[in-house]
């Protein structure tokens, strides 16, 4: 009677294995496996590119492409699956038509195309394009600091103007206007408020059509009284020697002024003054054949001082007739 114990407890133990072993194999069975390599265009692998797999309920399961750009997913249920494959420089990819069978390994291989660089350019108009003469898009208005960048010699300072006005239709060059005037002296660089080049050079109101039209604005009066006065010096220590001079020929240049505004008249009528001396002594190089007093011929060159003196006194009176009207002498 005492084999029975023995053959019941091998019974009961192999039933019992049995019963904990039979859902793993179950299991194993009703599941299945996707793999796969990941490559670019060329054949490349694609190391670290995020790889996600989706059901049909919607729950999704992410791994990444190890160093082979190989990736696994294990324990899948049978059914449809949607796969998806993001990495950077390359094109999104997706395929919604992926089957999982039961105690099967499918294998998916994966062609990565590069993602094309898009670039969007968006261009808004500040302001609405304007058909009015006055509103000419080629004008040059100077004001401010520039015109501290403009020279400061009255005959350089017109130069200047004409060349950034161009061209114009007759043969002495633009017409230079000053507070509406042609025909003065230009007024010294500190006096001068605003200068407009071209602003309506087609307009019937001109004597000459075409570009090269320079409208100089100067000062008005002020409010209170207000001035200042400067001085500039210069001369030949910084200077290069002409070299058809024999030698550096001696320069120096003195430009002392000012200007004085103020009101006549309470907030009717103002006045500006404007004041400045240029002293220039400048040379000229003189070059010639020359017989020596043994009738040889010799070259000669000198240096001769041409000195130059400039005074330019600027007066303008303002007076306020009204809102619209403001009668202005100079």
């Known amino acids: 009677m005492r084999p029975f114990p023995k053959l019941f407890r091998f019974v009961m133990s192999f039933s019992l294995l049995f019963a904990l072993s039979a859902p ?13 390599r990941v490559v670019d265009q060329q054949g490349g692998i694609v190391v670290g590119a995020t790889v996600t797999v989706a059901d049909a309920s919607g729950v999704e399961r992410t791994t990444t492409t190890n160093d082979d750009g190989a990736y696994t997913f294990t324990n899948l249920a049978p059914g449809r699956y949607i796969v998806r494959i993001n990495q950077s420089g390359f094109a999104a990819y997706e395929n919604a038509e992926v089957e999982i069978t039961t105690g099967k390994r499918t294998e998916l291989d994966i062609s990565l195309s590069v993602a094309l660089q898009e670039e969007q350019v968006t261009v808004e108009s500040q302001a609405p394009l304007s058909t009015d003469p006055q509103n000419n898009g080629g004008a040059t208005v100077l004001r401010g600091k520039d015109l501290e960048s403009l020279p400061e010699d009255p005959d350089d300072l017109a130069a200047a103007l004409q060349a950034l006005a ?6 002495n060059g633009g017409q230079i206007y000053i507070d509406g005037f042609t025909g003065g002296r230009l007024p010294p660089r500190e006096s001068i408020r605003q200068i407009t080049i071209n602003q309506n050079p087609f307009s019937a109101e001109f004597d000459r059509l075409g570009f090269g039209r320079i409208e100089i604005s100067t000062k008005p009066g002020t409010d209170k009284l207000r001035g200042q006065t400067f001085f500039r010096f210069e001369d030949e220590s910084l200077n290069s020697r002409n070299p058809f001079a024999p030698n550096r020929a001696p320069y120096q240049s003195r430009l002392y002024g000012g200007n004085l505004s103020g009101p006549v008249i309470k907030g009717r009528a103002s006045f500006f003054l404007d004041f400045e001396r240029r002293e220039t002594d400048d040379n000229a190089v ?11 011929i010799t070259p000669f060159s000198l240096a001769v001082l041409t000195p130059q003196r400039r005074i330019t006194f600027s007066p303008r009176f ?13």
């Open 24 to 36: 793993s194999v179950l299991a194993q069975r009703a599941s299945g496996i996707l793999a796969g």
């Open 166 to 171: 161009g061209p114009s239709a007759g043969p």
């Open 286 to 296: 003189i070059r010639a054949t020359i017989l020596d007093p043994s009738l040889n």
């Open 318 to 330: 303002d007076y306020q007739i009204n809102n619209a009207n403001t009668l202005v002498a100079r």
